[in-house]
């Protein structure tokens, strides 16, 4: 296995968007996008669970209505590979506000809402190893 801890983020396809039927599509596009998928699998996160992830929002306002929907069904965690994975994934998802997101992004065409906008992306190649690590062990990566 070759270790690429710059070329990696991580990503989640959030309850709303599994809800919804829309996993295939959004996969579709990651591997459109040029992403290698290094490892993924369906979770379903306790309210503890989604509170540890984003534990950096705790004293944010709208923590609990975040922890609640991240909670709220089965979710799809990533490890993605590209080159500039952070930003090219970023790019992709589009801006938090599905409704101030550009045309042709992921939360534009997925996203309902500013709390449930249908992917999650790592904002920082620092917090996309945490992040990995916090869903992923070793053996799950490819
Ligand atoms: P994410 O971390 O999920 O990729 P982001 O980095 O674009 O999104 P953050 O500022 O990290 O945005 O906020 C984390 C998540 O919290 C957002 O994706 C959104 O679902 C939710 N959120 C952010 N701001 C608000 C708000 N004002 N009201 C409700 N939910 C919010
Ligand atoms: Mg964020």
């Not at 996993?23 to 998928?37: E, N, S, Y």
């Not at 993924?40 to 992830?53: N, Q, V």
């Not at 929907?69 to 994975?85: D, I, K, N, T, Y």
């Not at 409704?99 to 500013?114: I, M, N």
């Amino acid at each position: 296995m070759t270790e690429q801890t710059g070329n990696l983020t991580f990503g989640i396809i959030k309850p709303d968007a599994v809800r919804g039927g829309k996993t295939g599509a959004v996969l579709q596009r990651i591997t459109d996008g040029g992403f290698k998928i290094r490892a993924m699998k369906l979770i379903h996160m306790t309210k503890k669970e989604a509170e540890g992830f984003y534990e950096v929002h705790r004293e944010r306002p709208f923590f609990g209505e975040l922890t609640t929907f991240m909670s709220s069904g089965p979710c799809a965690v990533l490890a993605l590979e590209r080159e500039g994975a952070v930003k090219a994934w970023r790019d992709l998802m589009g801006a938090t506000d599905p409704a101030k997101a550009d045309a042709g992004t992921l939360r534009k065409e997925f996203g309902g809402s500013l709390g449930e906008n249908a992917v999650h992306g790592s904002d920082s190649e620092e917090n996309a190893a945490i992040e990995v690590s916090y869903f992923f062990s070793r053996l799950e990566m490819v």
